[in-house]
């Protein structure tokens, strides 16, 4: 497809378990971006990548979360030891330039709603 | 800590009707600012960019401006439709640092009633 893609839609998991969601960028888009959606919310950043590099992961809550791009396309975030408070819309987000131009629009995909019981 | 604050949190008009939505903003120095809109269950769509210089910018029936010294924009949407229902989203840019992580308002949810 031409947009963005984000696997799976829905995850519901028990709490202490690992999750892994997958963002699917647009072909040849150079930055990708993980945020974090609480419902009523604006997005919260959590981290970017230009290529495969992590440039900036301040925003991850904890080192319970992290997140790789090992081919510079497909990135995962990966969410160890899953808590409650960590039930939230997960959403990625392409960029054709390196993330510091920040001029070029972002293109946001569908998201993942995580649930953790 | 930069910091983009929308007004109102909600709102609800007739069709017909024209709105103006509010952000201010605090991060400096400015890039730029963003308007999206995002449906219910869908990702922010880009509405428009404003840039240091520009005071106002359309897009069919929506008109933001920006006053880059009182650190204020607005998006004004004219003659609303039952489509423009939906959360608007104000994320604003800086140049340097981690100011160029965008930085996002909380939306404000706009329904519009026939």
């Known amino acids: ?117 | 800590k930069n910091q983009v604050e929308q007004s109102p949190q909600s709102l609800i008009i007739l069709e017909g009707k024209n709105c103006t939505l509010q952000c201010n903003y605090t991060v400096s120095p400015f890039s730029n600012l963003r308007w999206y809109k995002q449906d219910t269950g869908r990702g922010p769509v880009s509405l428009t960019i404003m840039t240091f210089s520009e005071n106002t910018k359309s897009n069919g029936r929506y008109t933001a401006t920006l006053d880059a010294d009182t650190k204020q924009s607005s998006l004004h949407i004219t003659a609303s439709q039952l489509s423009d229902s939906a959360s608007y989203i104000c994320v604003v840019r800086g140049t340097s640092g981690g100011s160029y992580i965008p930085t996002f308002g909380r939306g404000t949810s706009l329904i519009v009633h026939p």
Not at chain 1, 42 to 60: C, H, I, R, V
Request: charged share 20%.
């Open chain 1, 1 to 117: 497809g031409a947009g963005v893609s984000q696997s799976p839609r829905y995850k519901v998991t028990k709490r202490g378990q690992d999750v892994a969601l997958r963002c699917d960028p647009i072909s040849g888009h150079v930055s990708l971006y993980w945020y974090r959606q609480a419902l009523g919310q604006g997005p919260e950043f959590l981290t970017y990548f230009n290529y495969e590099a992590q440039q900036d992961k301040s925003g991850l809550p904890n080192d319970r979360f992290s997140a790789e791009r090992p081919e510079g396309s497909i990135s995962t975030l990966t969410i160890q030891r899953t808590e409650q408070r960590d039930s939230a819309m997960y959403r990625c987000a392409s960029s054709l330039a390196p993330g510091e131009l920040t001029y070029n629009e972002q293109f946001f995909g569908p998201g993942t709603r995580l649930t953790v019981l």
